[in-house]
């Protein structure tokens, strides 16, 4: 896809920065779009022990090029996949802790990481209802998670309007398991544990 | 007791649970009947529970016809919701939808018939989280009244609904949400294949099928196929849902369509983008277009079929079918 250099769109550019945060023998809970997309990229570059799951009921995933599935509910997502499950099945996993890394993107995100894919402007009178969490609470919830979307200034804002997944401060103070990455920081994990990692396309600008 | 507030109409009592499984006819009996004599196992003001996700074995015939049978008030539940949501408000045969994730696909960005509806009231959109949604039917399945789970709290998503209940859990002390069962009056689910008794075989993705069946009062089953009996006893752990959760079957070959059905046919995403571009740019008037050609319009569901086109059903199937290729 990216065949010359300058030559590329802000979501390419996403997606093989977002790929690098990944490393191999991690297991990923992947939602649709630049987060499938790179966790793709990175299996095939660099990662090959990568393990996607998908909240469609899918452990172990390898997307064929060019059959991109359009969402994570697809028979696409079962192509040489390890194991198909029912979403509740793979959801819980994720409660259980089986999973190293949620990746995820989002309408709105701030400073805390918190981030909105509810309703823009007041909830009672919305300007827009958005489709909503998916599966995006439960990932924020119960995983470290890496956040991948453009650098626009109506998405990175001070404050979100509505939290529809809580960033680790906000879940850590409601006592969601998300604590752990506050408080108990285990040595072996892969990527920085006290931080959630918000990947934009203005690191690189 | 201090939430007991919502508690008696949010959740039946066991008893109440009990003695509408007591009213079904669980007997092993053939229950094949028309499409449209299963629109009328359907009432007004029925919960429904939809199966499959997004556009996955989504059981489109079956919501095809029971918009053409003129139900009201429907309030329907599903894990992730696509444009069988928008069908399902803009005919008026449903004013609240109960799911994780509404829109068409990730593809065509916001739903605008979802939009115009929840925006101006006309509609309720519930949200909770896609595993929440699963607990919740898991419940339904088990005969409790809640299940205890770790995500939403903290979040906006819980303080909109005043449903669930956060407790302390007796055992850690550690803060947990009480997600309430759901047992819809009716569940919907299309399958590959399933005996004229209900026996029913999923390949592929299950979503929350298995549960929404066993929690549900009432299963309307559409498939791709009815076998005989031995076929299924020829490979019984293929069978996902047992006859006996099961009221009616309704036999409907491509009855996901435009949707996927896992092995059978990928989504038929041509139509798809024809619809989403009609009613995106007109939320009203586009949506009335498509459902007077394309839902009041055909005569039958095999109709409905030939106005998608040979074309594109038969590139939908060859691509669902590929999927068994290694």
């Known amino acids: 896809m990216l065949s010359r250099v300058h030559e590329h769109t802000a979501a390419e550019l996403l997606t093989i920065l977002s790929a690098r945060q990944l490393s191999d023998g991690q297991t990923v809970f992947a939602g649709v779009g630049i987060p499938l997309l790179a966790a793709t990229l990175a299996q095939r570059l660099r990662c090959p022990g990568l393990t996607i799951l998908f909240e469609g009921g899918v452990i172990g995933a390898f997307i064929e090029p060019g059959k991109l599935p359009p969402s994570t509910n697809d028979q696409r997502c079962t192509k040489r996949a390890n194991m198909v499950l029912g979403s509740a099945e793979v959801l819980l996993l994720l409660q259980r802790g089986y999973v190293d890394v949620g990746f995820m993107g989002g309408a709105q995100i701030d400073q805390y990481g918190n981030l909105n894919s509810s309703f823009i402007g007041d909830p009672a009178h919305p300007k827009t209802r958005l489709p909503g969490t998916g599966g995006g609470n439960d990932i924020a919830s119960l995983a470290q998670m890496i956040v991948a979307m453009k650098h626009e200034k109506r998405r990175f804002v001070e404050r979100v309007d509505f939290i529809t997944s809580p960033g680790s401060w906000r879940a850590a103070r409601a006592g969601a398991p998300a604590a752990f990455w506050l408080g108990a920081c285990s040595a072996s994990s892969p990527i920085s544990p006290c931080s959630d990692l918000i990947r934009t396309t203005s690191a690189c600008r | ?326």
């Open chain 2, 1 to 326: 007791m201090p939430e007991t507030k919502a508690a008696p109409r949010v959740v039946p009592t066991y008893l109440e649970l009990r003695k509408e499984l007591l009213r079904r006819d669980r007997s092993l009996r053939a229950k094949v009947v028309s499409l449209e004599e299963a629109a009328s196992f359907v009432r007004d003001g029925d919960s429904v529970g939809i199966g499959g996700s997004t556009m996955s074995r989504t059981p489109m015939g079956m919501i095809w016809a029971l918009i053409r049978a003129g139900r009201k008030g429907l309030t329907c539940s599903r894990s992730i919701v696509s444009s069988d949501g928008d069908l399902l408000l803009a005919s008026g045969a449903c004013d609240r939808i109960v799911t994780s994730w509404f829109s068409q696909g990730i593809l065509w960005g916001v739903s605008k018939v979802m939009r115009h509806h929840v925006e101006t009231g006309k509609a309720k959109f519930d949200e909770w989280s896609h595993m929440a949604m699963g607990m919740r039917f898991r419940a339904g399945a088990m005969g409790v009244p809640f299940l205890p789970i770790r995500s939403m709290l903290g979040s906006d998503v819980r303080k909109q609904r005043p449903e669930p209940v956060e407790i302390d859990c007796p055992f850690t002390g550690e803060k947990i949400l009480l997600v309430p069962a759901l047992n819809p009056d009716v569940a919907l689910i299309h399958v590959q294949r399933c005996d004229a008794y209900g026996n029913a075989q999923i390949d592929g993705l299950q979503f929350m099928d298995i549960d929404l069946a066993i929690a549900a009062n009432k299963v309307i089953l559409t498939t791709e196929r009815i076998v005989s009996n031995d076929q299924i006893r020829r490979a019984p752990d293929q069978t996902k849902i047992p006859f006996f959760a099961v009221d009616a079957v309704v036999e409907l070959p491509f009855g996901c369509a435009p949707h996927e059905c896992y092995g059978i046919n990928e989504p038929m995403i041509r139509h798809m983008e024809y619809y989403v571009g009609l009613v995106n740019k007109e939320p009203v008037t586009g949506m009335q277009h498509y459902l007077d050609k394309f839902v009041y319009g055909p005569k039958s569901w095999s109709d409905f079929l030939a106005l998608i086109g040979m074309d594109e059903l038969l590139e939908a199937a060859r691509a669902g079918q590929s999927i068994y290729d290694a």
